[in-house]
């Protein structure tokens, strides 16, 4: 008889097709896993847009945007600094424009929505799992690896200060974002900030809708102003005065804490706040545009120009009223010279002479 020859795979053969497969397995596992991610970072972005579209639509025609779902005040000595809850039901009602609810393409839930106590200025926010999000200079590399998801924070609001009136005063805090992570306790806002609860776009901390989610809501970062009230008044800062001091105050608020290289902060931070100029129309936008204030510039003169018929007069830019007029000084604002042949204070004393100029030249000397 003959012998039929049979062959099979040896062991280790078998532990190197196996281990082959299982590699070729997880690298399409992670491509899958990447190319989900972004398909849904894709459809958060897109939900967002869509939102902020519709919220400042309505705005347009109401003049103020609408209020949110079941809304939660976070306050500051007692009163409304802004309303957050999400988008759903209630103002999505009020909009009229969408044929559904956005919802966040894995967990379900509603994304968050926040609005200022005026209903001028508003944030919506989800998250973002993949590549689409930009790395924020203020996390290290180190701490970004061990982050399943950054914030994706996006509106109208101004980024730096909200305004709160408690009655008797008017507070200008210096808060960049109006979105927690936790609504379900803290909700004074400096409690809020000391428990390192505010979302930032781009950084760890996730809304508040993603609680009790896969996801890590509070991942550790923490934002706290070196002084979070810059101004305080019964109306808004009105004169160059309160505004320069408000401008100095806000840069001192950031300066030094974690979002000192904040990009969205920089103008504020590198701001010269020795160039008063500068200081005045960079903070009287902010009041106007983003505070709904009216700053009037006081225009400072010089005193009554003196009666010198032998002195030619400069006058500059004064930064106070009823500036002096001086000769000795050629930087100040009110300045002037004797003409040839003129000197002293009042420019009608005819210049001596030859050796009648001071110091004398004893014996030689006769006006």
């Known amino acids: 008889m003959s012998k039929i020859s049979q062959k099979a795979f040896t062991l280790v053969e078998l532990i190197v097709v196996i281990t082959i497969l299982a590699i070729l397995w997880t690298i399409a596992f992670l491509a899958f896993q990447g190319y989900a991610k972004s398909a849904r970072d894709g459809s ?71 609005v200022t106590h005026l209903r001028n200025e508003y944030q919506v926010a989800a998250l973002l799992e993949g590549d689409a999000v930009t790395m924020n200079p203020v996390v290290s590399e180190a701490y970004a690896a061990d982050i399943l998801a950054k914030a994706y924070v996006t509106g109208d ?143 400072y003169t010089c005193a009554t120009q003196p009666d010198y018929p032998h002195a030619t007069f400069t006058s500059g830019t004064p930064t106070q009223a009823n500036t002096s007029w001086q000769n000795t000084n050629s930087w100040n604002a009110c300045y002037y010279v004797c003409d040839a042949g003129y000197q002293w204070a009042d420019c009608n004393t005819a210049t001596p002479p030859g050796d009648c100029v001071f110091p004398f030249v004893f014996g030689s000397c006769s006006l």
Request: charged content about 15%.
């Open 44 to 114: 958060r972005i897109s939900d967002l847009s869509g939102i902020k579209q519709t919220l400042e639509l309505y705005a347009l025609n109401k003049g103020k945007y609408p209020e949110t779902t079941y809304g939660v005040e976070i306050t500051y000595s007692g009163s409304e600094v802004w309303t957050q809850w999400s988008f759903g039901e209630t103002t999505f009602r009020s909009v009229e424009k969408m044929s559904k609810i956005p919802r966040d393409p894995l967990t379900e839930d509603e994304y968050n929505y926040s």
């Open 157 to 299: 609001y101004n980024g730096k200060v909200v305004k709160v009136n408690t009655g008797a005063l008017l507070y200008i805090l210096a808060v960049p974002s109006l979105i927690a992570s936790d609504i379900s306790g803290v909700l004074d806002i400096e409690q809020l900030l000391a428990a390192g609860k505010l979302v930032i776009n781009g950084q760890s901390n996730l809304p508040s809708n993603y609680e009790g989610s896969t996801f890590i809501v509070d991942a550790g970062f923490s934002f706290v102003p070196n002084n979070i009230v810059v101004y305080s008044g019964s109306t808004t800062p009105t004169s160059d005065v309160q505004v320069i001091q408000f401008i100095i105050n806000l840069q001192n608020a950031y300066s030094g804490t974690t979002l000192e290289n904040d990009p969205g902060l920089q103008d504020i931070i590198t701001l010269d706040t020795s160039n008063t100029e500068l200081v005045k129309q960079f903070g009287g936008n902010i009041v106007q545009n983003d505070l709904g204030g009216v700053v009037t510039y006081e225009v």
